[in-house]
């Protein structure tokens, strides 16, 4: 069993930055295939970004691309976003999800992944 612990979210004033870090407790994700999703009040929640389990191939929803960077360090077990020129539209709570497998088919599907974290609030404010 994974367990994606998410960490870094915040308040911050728009046109600032925020890194999320996404860490497994127990379990590696190394060999697994990682993304964040987002969740905005009153919304479903939505594909922001995610990376296969080398980092070579990264994908990005197109409200972020620019913007968010996703990045990973395998040698801590660690999956990174790093959130530049943040809007109000991006608050939301953001999720960590990891699959079972290196790489995923659709990116964007929810159903793709098998392990959550609790997630991590970001507010931006105007």
């Known amino acids: 069993q994974v367990q994606p612990v998410e960490s870094g979210g915040g308040l911050v004033q728009a046109g600032g930055s925020l890194r999320l870090s996404c860490a497994a407790s127990?379990?590696?994700?190394?060999?697994?295939?990682v993304a964040w999703f987002g969740q905005a009040p009153g919304k479903e929640r939505e594909f922001v970004a995610a990376i296969v389990w080398s980092g070579g191939s990264t994908y990005y929803a197109d409200s972020v691309k620019g913007r968010f960077a996703i990045s990973r360090d395998n040698a801590k077990n660690t999956v990174y976003l790093q959130m530049n020129s943040l809007k109000p539209e991006d608050t939301a709570v953001y999720y960590c999800a990891v699959s079972r497998l290196p790489s995923v088919r659709n990116w964007y599907d929810a159903a793709q992944y098998d392990y959550w974290g609790q997630g991590t609030q970001v507010t931006v404010s105007s």
């Open positions: 127990e379990r590696t994700i190394r060999t697994r295939a």
